[in-house]
Each structure stands twice: as C-alpha cells, then as structure tokens.
C-alpha cells in the first residue's frame, strides 16, 4: 500500500512461465533425457531469462518509463516456476487510453502469411484451455452443478478494446473468422490468453501481459509474496503388516495426520543458488515505533507520521 500511495495505481500484470523446451535447456541434456529430471538447468535457465525480462522492462524501457515495481517467483507442484509481476509507471508513461491498451496487449491470433513465427507461439503457449463444453474435465472449471471455467472463458466477442468494469479491461476479440486447431479442438480468438507480441516472439513461452487499473491487483500480488510455502498433507500406511483379526481397528486420525511443507526440486535448487525470489522497488521499510517515543513527539511531528 505504501508503494501504490507514493508512485500511484498499478499499470501492467505480467506473468512469465518456464518453458522446459527452450534450446538451452535441451541443449544441456541428453536426448534420452527429460526436462523435469534436471532440475538445475530448469532453474539456471529461468533466473536467466528474468533477468532479461528485467532489463527489457526497467533499463530498456520497452514499455515505458517504469516507477516501482514489485515481481514473486513460484513454483508449480510439477516443478516449473513461473513469476508475477506487478508494474507501475511514470506518470508520463501511464496509459490513459484504449488505443493505448492496443498497442501493448493483443488477445487475437494473428495472420499466419505475415508473422508465421508469432502465429505459432500464440499457438503454442496463449491459447486458454479448451474448456467449457469443448472439454468438461479441464482444470479451469470449477462447481458442482454449473460447472464454469474460473477465468471466463471462451471470452465475449468485441469489435475494440473498451474499459471494464474489473481489473483488466475487454480487449478486442473481432469474429475475423481466424481459427487455430489446439489441443484437438478448432479455437478462436475468444480463446486467446492476452499478451504482448514482442516479449512473446522473444521469450518463446506463455507470457500473459495485462493492463490493471485498480489497486484489487496489489492486494494479490501482496498475497502471493506472503502467503507462505506450499503445503502437503499426508498419511503414512504399513499394508506390509499381516492381518492378525477381522476385528476393525480404532484409527487415531489426530496422531496419523500429517502436515508438511511442499518443496520441488526446482525451488530446492532455486534456494540452493541463493536466487531471488521476490523483489520489490523502491523499496518498502517496516519502522517499529516505540510507544514511548510516541508520547514524547509533538503534535505536528504526529501529524507528519
């Protein structure tokens, strides 16, 4: 909260994962050899690439004059680590306008004639699902009786970009009639995650860049720094042991439950190289305030805490 009140409302969301078929990680392995078996070359190779991404934001400016920032690295439970990162810009840099919003985030497939490149990594890395009554048992849906995809997907066609009513506006999503077979099914724009085509045809992996005009996406990318490690429960069970009766034995599920931390290997190796997990700038300070020094402050000193 502090850094949004000195350098003001957050302006983009960029999330970036690890692609574990980038040429310098299979490169680095055997071709018998699995990317989720080398868990060094998956960490190496990522922590490279936000360090790019860093450069291309905050020294090369790419998107703007950049004010504050703040970004996390995760860890998926198969291992691949992914960042968040939350981005405020100079006030000459802000972005006012749809026209704006076009220029930075695209949520269409493009021609695959003029960018045959980019064509296919919207292919391959943006296109959502599918989900829906294209494939019920998806990740992305949620409920019990109406069951729904959780990001709103397929998407709502729309002739221009227009400002919504929630975090992220409505970008445009035309019925051009382009259509990419993924996943066995045929998608259309209305199936396309937003992102940037530059950090896309450059990073070659699933970079969703969003334009955020309300504090809601502080407050959860503040969740994500402090929410705490990922947790796993667990029981443990002998079924070596014989039978010794058909008796029904008492089970202690209060002794038997266990709860534990959940670390993949590569965050034990992220950890291990002593990589930086979360970053913020400029950076926020907690001061402890004595409650003696309190009292004693005048009543203007107060104020100007």
């Known amino acids: 909260m502090a850094l949004v009140q000195k350098s003001g409302q957050p302006d983009l969301f960029i999330t970036m994962t690890c692609n574990p078929a980038w040429p310098e990680i299979k490169e680095a392995m055997l071709r018998t050899d699995e990317a989720h078996n080398r ?11 936000v360090n790019i991404l860093k450069e291309d934001l905050f020294k090369k400016h790419i998107f703007g004059d950049v004010a504050a920032y703040t970004y996390v690295v995760e860890f998926q439970k198969r291992g691949l680590p992914h960042i968040h990162m939350l981005i405020i810009l100079q006030p000459r840099s802000k972005l006012y306008s749809t026209e704006s919003y076009d220029r930075i985030v695209s949520a269409e ?14 292919r391959k890395h943006m296109m959502h699902g599918p989900c829906g009554s294209k494939n019920p048992k ?13 990001n709103n997907y397929p998407k709502k066609w729309a002739s221009r970009t227009t400002h919504g009513n929630n975090t992220y506006p409505t970008y445009r999503r035309r019925n051009d009639g382009k259509k990419i077979i993924g996943r ?12 940037n085509p530059y950090l896309l045809a450059k990073f070659n992996c699933h970079i969703n860049v969003e334009i955020c005009s309300t504090i809601k996406a502080v ?15 667990f029981q443990v069970n002998n079924d070596n042991e014989p039978i010794a009766n058909t008796q029904p034995t008492q089970i202690d599920e209060i002794t038997e439950y266990q709860s534990a931390r959940w670390v993949c290997p590569v965050e034990a190796i992220w950890r291990i190289y002593r990589f930086s997990l979360s970053e913020m700038h400029p950076a926020v300070i907690h001061l402890q305030l004595h409650l003696e020094n309190f009292q ?10």
């Not at 868990?39 to 690439?49: E, G, N, Y």
């Not at 497939?109 to 990594?121: P, V």
């Not at 990318?221 to 796993?232: A, M, P, R, S, T």
């Not at 402050?297 to 104020?303: C, I, P, V, Y």
Request: net charge positive.
């Open 138 to 150: 998806n990740v992305c849906m949620q409920g019990s009786f109406m069951r729904r995809c959780r």
């Open 109 to 122: 497939i493009l021609d695959e004639q003029a960018n045959k490149h980019l064509f296919n990594m919207v």
């Open 184 to 195: 066995g099914q045929e998608l259309d724009n209305r199936w396309v995650v937003p992102y």
């Open 219 to 233: 407050t959860y990318i503040y969740k994500y720094i402090y929410k705490g490690h990922d947790k796993i429960h």
């Open 296 to 305: 004693c402050m005048t009543f203007n000193e107060k104020e100007d805490l």
């Open 39 to 49: 868990p060094d070359h998956l960490s190496r190779v990522f922590h490279a690439k």
